[in-house]
Nanobody, 117 residues
Framework: QVTLVESGGGLVQPGGSLNLSCAVSGTIFRGNTIGWYRQTPGKQRELVAD?????????ANSVKGRFTITFSRDNAKNTVYLQMNSLKPEDTAVYYC?????????WGQGTQVTVSS
């Protein structure tokens, strides 16, 4: 059983910061990929950042230099974070945590991020 639960979304002013968290239950194995996607109404879900085997990271061009994805494993508790700085109104979206494990894709329920003055 794999579940992903996001938290940390909210309303923030342009230029502000948020740190999203995703608590992952279930084992994450070497070779799995975990990351963050986002979606706005009427648009496809898009990759924001992911963390791959060996620790390599991948970021959308629109967030490079502003967002950072990290992973923490503490007593079998897995958490993936997305630190978002210098937020812009165009970052407004529902953010989803995603785990790809042996060909299966698991999603969280999403957390709303709104960047507005």
């Amino acid at each position: 059983q794999v579940t992903l639960v996001e938290s940390g979304g909210g309303l923030v002013q342009p230029g502000g910061s948020l740190n999203l968290s995703c608590a992952v239950s279930g084992t994450i194995f070497r070779g799995n990929t975990i990351g963050w996607y986002r979606q706005t109404p009427g648009k496809q879900r898009e990759l924001v950042a992911d963390l791959r085997s060996g620790g390599s990271t991948n970021y959308a061009n629109s967030v490079k230099g502003r967002f950072t994805i990290t992973f923490s494993r503490d007593n079998a508790k897995n958490t993936v974070y997305l630190q978002m700085n210098s937020l812009k109104p165009e970052d407004t979206a529902v953010y989803y945590c995603c785990l790809v494990r042996f060909g299966n894709t698991y999603w969280g329920q999403g957390t709303q991020v709104t960047v507005s003055s």
